[in-house]
């Protein structure tokens, strides 16, 4: 089998014709990837097509292996067949074992670490959690921290939650339609985005400076011009 996922010419949209993503090639590899991006740039839906829930628009996804996507609701998954793993992670995240197909009661945190108890109990090839830490208190995301250091599989993260993704060694950031590799681990990239953002900061403001002054200039002018005409008519 193999140990990758291929994703060749991508293209995604919104049912509105809004392009999310365009002729996007990928690769996700032994390294566990961080996925970036703005709210609405379409990682969900990304996420959804490359675990196999949607078609793309165009393009294609190559994996043999078994992929799970943990996303945003809070319904159960259909129980794993293995018992005794799915009981060991109920353990991790100290959520007791429901019966199969039942519904998982109790607040948005205990229904959230079933759920990952769920995806890590199924040991599959590709994981990808999309905001995994939504509901979890302290305990339980460092439940989640500790399960994604021990998976083993292939793994995709996507979270606003910067310490899910300090351990992610490579960082794709999706952004105007287009999917970045930035080739750096999570600290390297953050350390990047700090430069480009204080470098992009100064720019505006330099910007905003300039603007400031051809508008002071502009009025300076018009009042000499002002006063030349009204020294004229007073002649």
Known sequence: MSNTLRARGLALSLPDGRALLACADLILDHRPTALVGANGVGKSRLCRVLAGLDP???????????????GHQLAAAPDPSDGVSLARWCDHFDVPIRP??????GSGGERQRYRLAQAFARGVD???????????????????LAAVREFRGLLLVVSHQPEILAGAERVLELSAGRLHDSALDFAAYRRQRT????????????AKRELAQRRAQR???????????????RA
């Open 219 to 233: 009025q300076s002018s018009r009042e000499r011009a002002e006063g030349r005409a009204a020294q004229g008519r």
């Open 126 to 144: 590709l994981l990808i959690l999309d905001e995994p830490g939504v509901h979890l208190d302290r305990a339980g995301l460092d439940a989640l």
């Open 56 to 70: 793309p628009d165009q393009g294609r996804v190559e994996f043999p292996g078994r992929i799970h996507l943990l």
């Open 195 to 206: 430069i480009e953002q204080a470098a992009a900061a100064r720019a505006l403001a330099q």
């Open 100 to 105: 199969a197909h039942s519904e998982i009661e």
